[in-house]
């Protein structure tokens, strides 16, 4: 008995939470924003945003390095102003959006959500009829079973609700820099600057020459080298046979002599 009591205390205050009302199409879209924002000053963008409707999920600034990002949890009705916050707060470089329409989802668990409803009416009324205790048990052990899936049903409808209901914004900051002033080119300055140029170009040139020569002129250096290496040893070489013929000649002489 303190079971059943206990599961219809438990399905009262269920069906209690579950009542639903009727909401128009564009109420059943998942949103989200994105927006990228060049500012004057990280600190004063921070302190506006904390004065903004809806709550900051997560965020991540670098006062130092000059950037950051913070994502936003805004209501819907609150969204159209909180845009607006966010626009003022500097130059709007980039900005996007995108949504989800889950009607379809949410119309599927609203139905599964009634089945089971109607299911734990039934096993209600049956569990004070059953006589026996084994089909008390079983009619209990689906009645847990059912409130189990009631609940998690009602659990991902809070969810879609929550998801429908408010918006997501991601912002992304950084700062502002100011555009360097071209300023304009007289007709002397434009002179200076094609002799400078001019004169840049020609280096350049004679650079490259020179940098030619040396990468021709070492190798032939080599060559020249190894060249004179070789002639010379050939010039000895020939110089000591010159010099072995003359002593076997004049030894022959002396031999034929004595």
Known sequence: MKIKIFA???IIVFLACTTTQARQPDEFLIRNYTMTIAVECLNTALAIMEGMPGVATNSHINVSAGFGSMDRRVGNRELEISLQILQSMGSVTHSSSSSQNVFSTITDLRSQLEVRSNEYNRLMALLHEVESIQNFNRVENRLIQVIFDMEHLQGSLNHFNFETGTSRIHVSLFLETEDEVIEPVGALARIGNAFTTSAASTLTVFQGILIAIVYISIPLIFFALIVICVITLVLKANRKRK???????????INSDQ
Do not use: A, Q, R, V
């Not at 010099?243 to 022959?252: A, C, D, S």
């Open 243 to 253: 010099k072995g013929g003359e002593l076997i000649e004049t030894n022959k002489e």
């Open 8 to 10: 219809s205390l438990l």
